[in-house]
T-cell receptor, first 112, second 113 residues
Framework: GQQLNQSPQSMFIQEGEDVSMNCTSS?????WLWYKQEPGEGPVLLIA?????ELTSNGRLTAQFGITRKDSFLNISASIPSDVGIYFC????????????FGKGTKLTVNP | NAGVTQTPKFQVLKTGQSMTLQCAQD?????MSWYRQDPGMGLRLIHY???????DQGEVPNGYNVSRSTTEDFPLRLLSAAPSQTSVYFC????????????FGNGTRLTVT
């Protein structure tokens, strides 16, 4: 089946630093989604991307849908302690939500 | 709106016991699904439903049953729990049209001893 390679697996950064993480796949996706999961909670949608080349921001977060439709990245600028959590990418091919494939997550730790 | 509500939050079972994890959504979403989350494995789809009366298997369906008698509810049943089913379970829903993003519940942490 389709698989997403998400990297890095974990990051330890200082408050104020910028963060970058990405997902790649051998398959083409029609939609890329980025979720954040905090301890004890379910994943929450951060950014949704629907078109190749699309660059979308949500506050300090910026995500891009790769031109080849096989990759996406998420940047966080000027990190703060509440950015701590696990960030998941998800790609969706043709069809409905059952076709959503998740990366294994990037665990972000921010030292104040 | 409560969104997606899962109960219980925590559960401990002995091997061989059965139980039902409840999931309800109040957003009138057609699509509902169950995922399990294990360390280093990300989220894996167990079962899903595209509407009341319709269910289908996901990536890891063995050991789990589902039914969808109403739009709002999508319970997940473990008929005979095994230690390999120790995990965190998430229910998620979406309007189901095209590329609508999933909305997740807060999870049920299940331990099978």
């Amino acid at each position: 089946g389709q698989q997403l390679n998400q990297s890095p697996q974990s990051m330890f950064i200082q408050e104020g630093e910028d963060v970058s993480m990405n997902c790649t796949s051998s398959s083409i996706f029609n939609t890329w989604l980025w979720y954040k999961q905090e301890p004890g909670e379910g994943p929450v949608l951060l950014i949704a991307l629907y078109k190749a080349g699309e660059l979308t921001s949500n506050g300090r977060l910026t995500a891009q849908f790769g031109i080849t439709r096989k990759d996406s990245f998420l940047n966080i600028s000027a990190s703060i302690p509440s950015d701590v959590g696990i960030y998941f990418c998800a790609g969706q091919g043709k069809g409905g939500s059952e076709k959503l494939v998740f990366g294994k997550g990037t665990k972000l730790t921010v030292n104040p | 709106n409560a969104g997606v509500t899962q109960t219980p939050k925590f559960q401990v079972l002995k091997t061989g016991q059965s139980m039902t994890l409840q999931c309800a959504q109040d957003m009138n979403h057609e699509y509902m699904s169950w995922y399990r989350q294990d360390p280093g494995m990300g989220l894996r789809l167990i079962h899903y439903s595209v509407g009341a009366g319709i269910t289908d298997q996901g990536e890891v369906p063995n050991g789990y049953n589902v039914s969808r008698s109403t739009t709002e509810d999508f319970p997940l049943r473990l008929l005979s729990a095994a230690p390999s089913q120790t995990s965190v379970y998430f229910c998620a829903s979406s309007p189901g049209t095209g590329s609508s993003p999933l909305h997740f519940g807060n999870g049920t942490r299940l331990t099978v001893t």
